[in-house]
């Protein structure tokens, strides 16, 4: 079956850096996202992209946010200057078509980011 | 009015038990109402979900209870087994609003299911 894939599995960056996540999002899937999760709590949602735009962000996702395609494969989130706060699992997901029409969403396993 | 509330955190369940966990919400735009299994390590997998025209939906041993007045919803597990070990997570998103992938979830639920 195929899958959603990030790497790293894990990423160690100090406070100010600049970190990229990369997800490979399931290949026939035209819409893309990132969510996040902090350690112990509610998964959250950053943002939403297709046919090459955000379609839809979150409040967490401010200017120090970037999403971008840039070939037909990969699917990457930028963060300019990491917080200790950016702390999390990041998880990539796509989908077929938007959520109507029961396209679910496929999530990756993640990407911990660890901010020292 | 965003949030979707879980409870209980944490659920331990006999091997044949049934296992319910709870949901409500307060957003009346809410429209999808989906419940994703997580186990340690890896992303959120959809198990099942319902949209607001039914009350009921069942998938194997899984089934989603809704109750649109109340403006709750539950997921049902019967005869759960020790595999069935891992963290559920319900959610909501308004699909008819135009949000796309804006799913907004729980706290998740812990459940065990011991042998």
């Known amino acids: 079956e195929p899958e959603v894939t990030q790497t790293p599995s894990h990423q160690v960056t100090q406070m100010g850096q600049e970190v990229i996540l990369r997800c490979v999002p399931i290949?026939?899937?035209?819409?893309f996202y990132w969510y996040r999760q902090i350690l112990g709590q509610k998964v959250e949602f950053l943002v939403s992209f297709y046919n090459n735009e955000i379609s839809e962000k979150s409040e967490i996702f401010d200017d120090q946010f970037s999403v971008e395609r840039p070939d037909g494969s990969n699917f990457t989130l930028k963060i300019r200057s990491t917080k200790l706060e950016d702390s999390a699992m990041y998880f990539c997901?796509?989908?077929?078509?938007?959520?109507?029409?029961?396209?679910?969403?496929?999530f990756g396993n993640g990407t911990r980011l660890t901010v020292t | 009015q965003q949030q979707v509330k879980q409870s209980p955190q944490s659920l331990i369940v006999q091997k044949g038990g049934i296992s319910i966990i709870n949901c409500a919400y307060e957003n009346t735009a809410f429209d999808y109402f989906p419940w994703y299994q997580q186990f340690p390590g890896k992303g959120p997998a959809l198990l099942i979900a319902i949209r607001p025209d039914v009350s009921e939906k069942k998938e194997g041993r899984f089934t989603i209870s809704f109750n649109k007045s109340a403006k709750q919803f539950s997921l049902h597990i019967m005869d759960s087994q020790p595999g069935d070990s891992a963290t559920y997570f319900c959610a909501a998103s308004d699909l008819y609003g135009g949000s796309q992938g804006n799913l907004i979830f729980g706290k998740g639920t812990k459940l065990s299911v011991k042998p």
């Open positions: 290949s026939n899937h035209l819409y």
């Open positions: 997901a796509s989908s077929e078509r938007g959520q109507e029409g029961n396209s679910p969403l496929h």
